[in-house]
């Protein structure tokens, strides 16, 4: 158990539809990432915040769109989904000063149908 | 735009043999680090390296960094059923923009 909680583990929904996936980062850690992975495909950098801030934004689609709270948990939005967004989507959080090592979720494996 | 390459994209070896899979960046990468995904699980950090020509030994698996901190390396001797997974490699503050960016990983299956 790495300690980053990601809900839900499963979503089914259909096009054109909007879904929240959320993330508790492990107890200290201030930075929260977000990564998409498909099918027989590497990890794809979304975007990182830092302690309620956004640090660094990967290729995120304009129709995506994440925030950190106040108590660090993070939430990543998705609107008029596509079938090419399916796709496990997983949340890792580091330790201040932690190298950038990053402690994964499970992922939220969504599938838009 | 920065690129993390891996090959290779598959490798199937029989239990026992040794395995290899490399890493490399189109830029000069501050850290490089590896995870290990098992089948239906999440990433799994195995390792970080900060010098160049570093390398370090975890059991069976050696890890190295290139001296010009653009490549690395994963070598597991004497592979068991246990090391089936998928290996990534991730460079750190390549750019301003992107972070932590993984390579495309490398399948490993061991034939028992």
């Known amino acids: 158990d790495s300690g980053v909680t990601q809900t839900p583990k499963h979503l089914i929904t259909a096009t054109g539809q909007r879904v929240t996936l959320r993330c508790s980062p492990r107890s200290g850690d201030l930075s929260v990432y977000w990564y998409q992975q498909s099918l027989d495909q590497g990890l794809q950098f979304l975007i990182q915040y830092y302690n309620g801030e956004e640090r660094a934004k990967g290729n995120i689609l304009e129709r995506f769109s994440a925030q950190q709270f106040p108590d660090l948990h993070s939430e990543l939005n998705l609107s008029s989904l596509e079938l090419g967004d399916s796709a496990l989507y997983f949340c890792?959080?580091?330790?201040?000063?932690?190298?950038?090592?990053?402690?994964f979720g499970s992922g939220t494996q969504l599938s838009v149908l | 735009g920065q690129q993390v390459m891996q090959i290779p994209q598959y490798q199937h070896v029989q239990e026992g043999e040794d395995f290899t899979t490399y890493c490399n960046s189109s830029?000069?990468?501050?850290?490089i680090q590896w995870y290990k995904q098992r089948p239906g699980g999440h990433p799994v950090f195995l390792i970080q390296l900060v010098k160049s020509g570093e390398v370090k030994k975890q059991k069976r698996l050696t890890f190295q960094f290139g001296e010009a901190k653009k490549n690395s390396s994963l070598h597991i001797t004497a592979t068991q059923t246990t090391d089936v997974g998928t290996y990534f490699c991730a460079g750190d503050r390549i750019t301003s923009y992107d972070k932590v960016i993984f390579g495309p990983g490398t399948s490993l299956s061991v034939i028992p």
């Open positions: 830029t000069t990468l501050s850290n």
């Open positions: 890792a959080s580091s330790a201040p000063g932690g190298g950038e090592k990053l402690f």
